[in-house]
């Protein structure tokens, strides 16, 4: 009775497996037209962010994430990132610095500081109904309180991947102390904005 048990068991299990990897895949991409050179920037930078897909604390991977945010100069309020801290926006930022694209995304640690780095140049972004593309910037209030719309804390940070329908693709930083992937709806109220950088320049 005990091996017909298992049996079953396994049965269940690679009949879920064989759903499983039968599935389609569902592709996040581009919501609207831009032209073939800039995307290609644009996904300069997811690319860069993807390689780092899976390094995490725990095995001590992601450091040389944090080194080389630390190796460009000048560090962003002369501050040198440590180990133990938060380190979203220092994910972000070295993607910019990995691609050479410093210029249009500002360097930071600080999430909130970043917001304004950007707000400052123009490529700030609250509106609601906003649709990312992929290579946008998207801020989260994860922690706080996400009613104050545009106006709380921002706590977080990740880069577009892209969008399927309502749906978001981002990768981040320090997720759950890893770089993971994250989806979430076009609506979600923890959004707190999208960064713009102008990789139409970079064409």
Avoid at 102 to 123: H, K, S, V
Avoid at 165 to 191: H, L
Wanted: charge should be negative; glycine fraction near 8%; aromatic fraction near 10%.
């Amino acid at each position: 009775m005990r091996n017909k048990m298992i049996l079953l068991v396994l049965a269940v299990c690679l009949l879920f497996c064989a759903c499983e990897f039968s599935l389609p895949q569902i592709e996040y991409g581009f919501s609207r037209e831009i032209s073939p050179e800039e995307q290609a920037v644009r996904l300069e930078l997811v690319g860069a962010a993807q390689q780092w897909l899976g390094w995490k604390e725990s095995d001590e991977s992601f450091k040389p994430i944090i080194d080389l945010y630390n190796s460009h100069q000048p560090l962003a309020q002369g501050y040198v990132v440590k180990y133990t801290d938060q380190w979203c926006a220092a994910f972000v930022s070295a993607a910019a610095i990995q691609c050479g694209m410093t210029d249009i995304i500002p360097t930071e640690c600080g999430c909130q500081r970043q917001i304004g780095l950007f707000d400052a140049i123009g490529r700030w972004e609250e509106e609601d109904a906003y649709v990312p593309l992929p290579g946008d910037i998207i801020y989260f209030v994860l922690k706080g309180d996400t009613s104050a719309d545009c106006t709380a804390w921002s706590d977080h940070v990740g880069i577009v991947v892209g969008t399927n329908g309502n749906r978001i693709k981002v990768i981040e930083g320090n997720n759950g102390g890893a770089v993971r992937y994250r989806y979430i709806s076009v609506d979600d109220p923890t959004i707190r904005g999208y960064a713009l950088p102008d990789y139409e320049s970079k064409t």
